[in-house]
């Protein structure tokens, strides 16, 4: 897993959305079914809503935000776009701002303490240019 070896786990919480009925669809397909459909606003029929996808994603901060040092996640591009969004106090569909490139490296920390989370670095992918 990534050359972290025994360190790695699989975490749940850091799933992709469930897309239920939408799944394996490209976003033009799923529009021309459902006009203006944003995943981070409608959520999916049969899958998961924005509002569960960030109860996830809250789950997943607190307990980084416990550890004593850093955390290095890898997660795939809808759900890093949440926890982006709910890292800075924001809502899911905030998510729908950040958009986020295949590898891209991010980095969420803190302006001066735990209090100040913020965006330190989104959507680098400058290692596969």
């Given amino acids: 897993m990534a ?5 790695a786990e699989s975490e749940p919480d850091l799933w992709e959305w469930d897309y239920g009925q939408f799944e394996g669809l ?3 397909e ?18 998961e809503s924005p509002t569960q996808v960030a109860a996830r994603v809250d ?7 416990a550890v004593d040092g850093d955390t290095l996640i890898f997660a795939h591009g809808h759900i ?8 800075i106090g924001l ?5 729908q701002l950040l958009l986020l490139s295949t590898a891209a490296v991010c980095v969420l920390g803190y302006d001066h303490d735990q209090s100040e989370p913020a965006i330190r670095l989104w959507n680098d992918a400058r290692h596969v240019e």
């Fill in 3 to 7: 050359g972290f070896g025994d360190r």
């Fill in 26 to 28: 490209k976003s033009a």
């Fill in 30 to 47: 799923i529009r021309t079914r459902q006009p203006g459909w944003v995943v981070f606003r409608d959520g999916a029929p049969g899958g």
């Fill in 59 to 65: 789950r997943m901060i607190a307990r980084i935000r």
């Fill in 80 to 87: 890093s776009r949440v926890i982006a969004a709910r890292w």
């Fill in 91 to 95: 809502g899911p569909e905030v998510g």
